[in-house]
């Protein structure tokens, strides 16, 4: 289980955190711009199996369209606005594609932590055709992404597939004490936690294990570098820009 954390230890999370709208290619385009190296995001299918960027299984929050997104096409979602809902100067963003957002991450020397995010019922198909997607689109990257999510079945069929790409385990409330075995099973050399429930004890059990760690959603500068000081291997925040020194000098 032991494993070694090759990548930046400050992650935008959903690429912009709160100064862009989330998951879109300007708001990777904002993190970039602050200094981040890493871009945290979720990954789902459309109905014609083209992985997009979008958190929710439905499209009202974060788009001018309504109703399921794994309902709808691509070439249907592309008909409707991600950037409005954020701010006037969004207005017309696209929807993003993991294509897309590949292809920018590479080019400006980048790294992923793609959360695989099925509509509900679609946990294994989602997982093995996002780990498919990924092992091409980063075919030869100097680092590959890393593949998280919080549906067990989802990573175990990215295993299944993509079986050299890397996994974390994300974890919504307290740690479960079978957490070690869950990660064992589902081969995962990593762990996604939630800041909330992170404390100094459980920061330094895991990474006694050679657990890679990272912490989410941290807001608060000094919580950030108290997490750090504890030995986790990243932090994922929204703010970007209270935090962007930390990511210019995370080299």
Request: with cysteine; aromatic share 8%.
């Amino acid at each position: 289980m032991r494993s070694t954390w090759p990548y930046p230890h400050w992650i935008a999370h959903r690429g912009g955190g709160r100064h862009a709208p989330e998951n879109t290619l300007a708001a990777f385009r904002k993190g970039a711009a602050c200094g981040f190296r890493m871009m945290e995001y979720d990954v789902k299918l459309t109905a014609d199996d083209v992985p997009i960027l979008l958190h929710d299984d439905t499209l009202e929050r974060t788009s001018s369209g309504t109703g399921r997104a794994a309902d709808f096409r691509y070439a249907e979602l592309a008909r409707f606005d991600f950037g409005s809902w954020h701010s006037l100067p969004y207005a017309g963003e696209p929807v993003a594609t993991l294509h897309s957002v590949a292809a920018y991450t590479r080019a400006h020397g980048l790294h992923s932590n793609i959360e695989i995010k099925p509509s509900t019922g679609l946990e294994d198909h989602t997982g093995a055709r996002i780990a498919r997607y990924a092992r091409e689109l980063w075919h030869g990257a100097a680092l590959p992404p890393l593949l998280s999510s919080f549906s067990e079945p989802a990573l175990a069929a990215a295993a299944e597939t993509a079986p050299e790409l890397p996994r974390a385990l994300l974890i919504e409330e307290d740690l479960p004490q079978d957490w070690r075995e869950r990660l064992r099973r589902l081969g995962c050399g990593g762990l996604n936690l939630n800041t909330q429930y992170a404390t100094r004890e459980l920061v330094e059990e895991v990474r006694a294990e050679g657990v890679n760690l990272a912490v989410w959603t941290v807001n608060d500068p000094d919580r950030a570098r108290e997490l750090r000081a504890w030995g986790c291997n990243a932090i994922i925040t929204d703010e970007i820009e209270a935090l962007a020194g930390h990511a210019a000098n995370d080299r």
